[in-house]
């Protein structure tokens, strides 16, 4: 199915936030995205931005090619409903990833680390537009009840639940975790939720420390050596489990030093170049060193329980959102990593949809 017109309109065009070259985002009207069988068109609600977003948008990302829609962190209603998928009217989260099917992982089932992994939002058209088409497999159904900034944080904390599931985290351990922005904060959130006994949170800009100590964190005062913060904070042990969601080249060189005899270092956020490890300290203390990839299926679908059940207290992480055409400022303001933890991009207009 190829739509002419949104059904019972005559909406044939949308706008669109789109990414046609470093440093560059086009407000355009575009046609409406093509509908394929199986598939839905959604209606953008909130889309969030994210690092992966930046690095599209300075043209380093390695798989991007201009021009494209990004977002990846959608959230929407369904407009268009496919036959077995959710119906029309539907809130939904997205699980954006595209697999290839036959490569080893995908065979395996582990179609989350499939060797030709692409994404909608970076490879194919995302969310930063009024409409976006996603097979209805990706879409996984979200209460309206749940406040929309929170159902929009789905995607992000899904990349947490999946760390802390990797992590192997047990009831009562000491947990680390190097960067308070929004995945290091999730993760934090999901690793007190799943039982840890402690969570110190090192980060250097004083703003995000301050949101980490206001989700009621023990973070690492500024000016502190972290290191020496987590000695005090484990008797001197380091701590079981550590999370790198900073992916700095300084925070590499403390995993060792932070993390206990046969204690875990989990690698959430992507390190850019490669780095120098002291591979000795972890040979010598039998660590594990777990790396992470975006999330599966079930950390997904996991999130959005979380969210549901609203135990999480994602209601006090300071966000803002944009209108659709602002998008070129919801990423200055989203790179400059203050005390707004989380930035999104909503419908255009102030009031919601803007009539053409
Ligand atoms: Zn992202
Ligand atoms: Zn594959």
């Known amino acids: 199915m190829s739509i ?14 789109v990414w046609t070259g470093p440093e560059t985002i086009e407000y355009r009207t575009v046609p409406l995205p093509e509908v394929p069988e199986g598939w839905s068109l959604v209606r953008s609600e909130l889309t969030g931005i994210c690092g992966t977003d930046f690095s599209i948008l300075h043209g380093s990302h390695p798989r ?10 959608i959230t929407g209603v369904v407009e268009v409903a496919a036959a077995g998928g959710p119906a029309a009217g539907t809130r939904v989260t997205v699980e954006p990833l595209i697999h290839c099917g036959t490569c080893h992982p995908c065979r395996e089932g582990n179609t989350h680390v499939c060797r030709n992994l692409k994404l909608y939002g970076i490879d194919v058209a995302g969310s930063l537009a009024e409409y976006v088409a996603l097979p209805a497999e990706t879409l996984i ?10 159902a929009a944080l789905a995607e992000p904390l899904a990349v947490a639940v999946h760390a802390v599931s990797r992590s192997g985290l047990r009831g009562g351990e000491r ?20 039982g840890a006994g402690s969570v110190l949170i090192s980060e ?4 995000r420390r ?16 972290p290191v020496s913060a987590v000695m005090e904070a484990t008797g001197g042990d380091g701590a079981d489990i550590v999370f790198d969601s900073a992916a700095h080249p300084s925070v590499a060189a403390l995993l060792p030093k932070a993390v206990r005899v046969l204690g875990t270092i989990v690698l959430v956020g992507v390190y850019k170049k490669p780095v120098e490890v002291d591979l000795q300290a972890l040979t010598f203390a039998e660590n594990t060193v777990v790396g992470v990839r975006v999330y599966t299926r079930a950390d997904v679908e996991r999130a959005v329980k979380l969210i549901e059940g609203g135990e999480l207290g994602l209601g006090r992480i300071p966000v803002q959102v944009f209108p659709l055409e602002e998008t070129p400022a919801a990423f ?3 790179m400059t990593a203050g005390a707004v933890l989380k930035v999104f991009v909503g419908p255009a207009g102030a009031n919601g949809k803007e009539e053409e």
């Open 64 to 73: 991007a090619e201009a021009p494209v829609v990004m977002g990846h962190e």
């Open 332 to 334: 200055t303001q989203a």
């Open 141 to 150: 159904p979200i209460s309206s009840a749940v406040p929309l900034q929170e």
């Open 204 to 207: 250097p800009s004083e703003e």
């Open 210 to 225: 301050v949101v980490a100590e206001q989700l009621g964190f023990d973070t690492v005062a500024s000016g502190t050596d």
């Open 175 to 194: 947990v680390v975790v190097f960067g308070a922005g929004p995945i290091g904060i999730l993760t934090a959130l999901v690793a007190r939720h799943e």
């Open 4 to 17: 002419e017109a949104i059904p019972g309109t005559t909406v044939k065009t949308m706008r669109a936030a």
